[in-house]
């Protein structure tokens, strides 16, 4: 049989600050085809994520740096060409980490099966996928209960919109901040927020002020930074933190001073809990019979930003920290 042919996005260098396409190539490779127990997939969609970001650099983190001069991995959906194990067939559809590549050959153990009755595949990256999975996590991890009132920053994005529509369905109030007018109104029309602001328009401590007069009860921070600060003045006493993630901070090459109420944990008694959902993967057959079965009734939206080809791939990376996708932000490469 003739070889393979795939394209494939690798890191060249270790950004400082932005990150810019020159940090990256494009570079075609040759696959031989798979041997026992081995399978060929050709990714159809796959994911670009602002945690990447810290895996560009050469530090420690709670995943291994990307190296040099090799191909990026990430959240991918594809289909399976060529089976030499029993475990999966041509035609099927599987999700795996081996995305920013076209095809690729792996073990049945690196794949997991997904239903092709599910469409778009590509919410298998998104609401169904890791993120949706990061949002349920969050909302777990401090048992946010109806009653609450929560406020979700990075609303607009991929783990934002779906914490703040499951946090809806448990019966919270549920605030938004986000980028644009746009942004605004899908969270209101679209997820159903009961209030959505654009932090662009004023200090966000002033407008939690005005749209939670009373306080909040649980702050999801997915973007650090006077977001953080500003959540921290209006939460009330015993109030809980869910610290998904900084992107404020993702490109900065110095660290960054925290806030200057932090004590607020201490008079208000305050918890603040971070995670890493890759810990919790074990309970991820309860979160795609939860979150599947909104999906299917029509009660979860899922809204993506798509952009077609790898070779657009980089920049649709990089947009991702200038804020211009609405929801999941996917590579569609089939």
Request: aromatic share 8%; proline share 5%; with cysteine.
């Amino acid at each position: 049989m003739s070889k393979i042919m795939s394209l494939e996005i690798r890191l060249a260098s270790r950004p400082k600050g932005l990150p810019t396409a020159a940090n990256f190539t494009l570079a075609r490779t040759e696959l031989e085809w798979p041997q026992d127990q081995r399978v060929l997939v050709r990714n159809l969609f796959m994911s670009v994520d602002p945690y990447m970001r810290g895996r560009m650099n050469d530090g420690k983190s709670y995943v291994p740096p990307f190296e040099l001069g090799k191909p990026l991995d990430g959240g991918a959906v594809g289909e399976v060409i060529e089976s030499r194990a029993k475990e999966f067939k041509p035609g099927d559809a599987v999700t795996s980490n081996f995305g920013w590549r076209e095809y690729f050959i792996a073990s049945p153990k690196e794949l997991h099966p997904v239903s092709r009755e599910v469409q778009p595949l590509s919410v298998y990256l998104g609401a169904l996928g890791m993120t949706g999975l990061t949002a349920w996590v969050g909302l777990n991890l401090v048992e946010v209960k109806a009653g609450d009132v929560i406020f979700i920053s990075g609303a607009a994005g991929a783990v934002g919109s779906v914490a703040g529509q499951l946090a809806k369905l448990r019966g919270c109030r549920v605030i938004g901040s986000v980028g644009s007018i746009e942004k605004v109104y899908f969270l209101r029309e679209e997820c159903g927020f009961d209030v959505a602001f654009d932090y662009k328009t004023g200090p966000v401590v002033e407008q939690l002020k005005v749209e939670a007069p009373d306080g909040i009860d649980v702050y999801f921070d997915n973007v650090g930074g006077e977001t953080l600060e500003a959540a921290l003045s209006a939460l009330r006493v015993h109030g809980r933190i869910i610290a998904c993630g900084g992107i404020s901070g993702y490109n900065a090459e110095q660290p960054r001073p925290g806030p200057a109420n932090l004590f607020n944990i201490t008079t208000k008694r305050l918890t603040m809990k971070g995670f890493i959902v890759r810990d919790w993967l074990d309970r991820q057959g309860e979160f795609e019979t939860e979150v599947g079965g909104y999906f299917k009734a029509g009660k979860l939206k899922h809204r993506e930003t798509v952009v077609n080809g790898i070779d657009q791939a980089v920049d649709a990376f990089i947009s991702l920290f200038e804020g211009k996708n609405v929801g999941k932000m996917v590579v569609k490469l089939g």
